[in-house]
């Protein structure tokens, strides 16, 4: 089967680094893809990996591991704003989206 | 610049009923979806469309029929409402799934079924 996995909940301080990581178990592989979603709001796009390595896109970077089946979400500078469930999704070889759970994520002053 | 507008936001509706939602967007985009969102679970397809007056079936169909008679809307219908179908729904669109494929979602819209 296909499964997606990523930590329910994580806790970090604002100012911080925050690393949410996510392992999957596809049916092909066409791209992984984070989102961010605040709580009662449609999920955005945050970034998209094909390629192994680490795609840097202000203070989110995201990193992708093909052989390992792994990814993960930087979060450097953490800001209260960043408060939200953030989603890890796989393309997988019918070009259909598969879902993580979402990992919902506390910043604390 | 409305993107993806989903309508109604929320509903409650007794077991049996029947209800549509619609979903339109102004980016001319080809591909669109609908999900639902429910608790401790991943965003699961139900139904999409690759273009006007196409559907095909998702992950969890049973239950909705869908339809694109016009490229900027997708209807999602619910036949017969089961408290199982109590969710958030959400629709998106995206111009192409290859390439970076971002899929830009609606507000969300959501149903509880009584």
């Known amino acids: 089967g296909q499964n997606i996995d990523q930590p329910t909940e994580m806790t970090a301080t604002e100012g911080a680094i925050v690393q949410i990581n996510c392992t999957y178990q596809?049916?092909?592989?066409?791209?992984l893809f984070w989102y961010q979603q605040h709580a009662g709001e449609a999920p955005t796009f945050l970034s998209y990996n094909v390629l192994d390595g680490l795609e840097e896109k202000g203070r989110f970077s995201s990193f992708l591991s093909r052989s390992k089946g792994y990814s993960y979400l930087l979060l450097k500078e953490l800001q209260m704003k960043d408060s939200a469930s953030y989603l890890c999704a796989v393309r997988d070889s019918n070009y259909q989206l598969i879902w993580g759970a979402g990992t919902k994520l506390i910043i604390k002053p | 610049n409305a993107g993806v507008t989903q309508t109604p936001k929320f509903r409650v509706l007794k077991t049996g009923q029947s209800m549509t939602l619609l979903c339109a967007q102004d980016?001319?985009?080809?591909?669109m979806y609908w999900y639902r969102q429910d608790p401790g679970m991943g965003l699961r397809l139900i139904h999409y469309s690759v273009g006007e007056g196409t559907t095909a079936k998702g992950e969890v169909p049973d239950g909705y029929n869908v339809s694109r008679l016009k490229k900027q809307n997708f209807l999602l219908g619910l036949e017969s409402a089961a408290p199982s179908q109590t969710s958030v729904y959400f629709c998106?669109?995206?111009?192409?799934?290859?390439?970076?494929?971002?899929?830009?979602f609606g507000e969300g819209s959501r149903l509880t079924v009584l």
């Open positions: 980016m001319n985009h080809e591909y």
């Open positions: 998106a669109s995206s111009p192409d799934p290859a390439g970076t494929g971002e899929l830009f």
């Open positions: 596809t049916s092909g592989f066409n791209g």
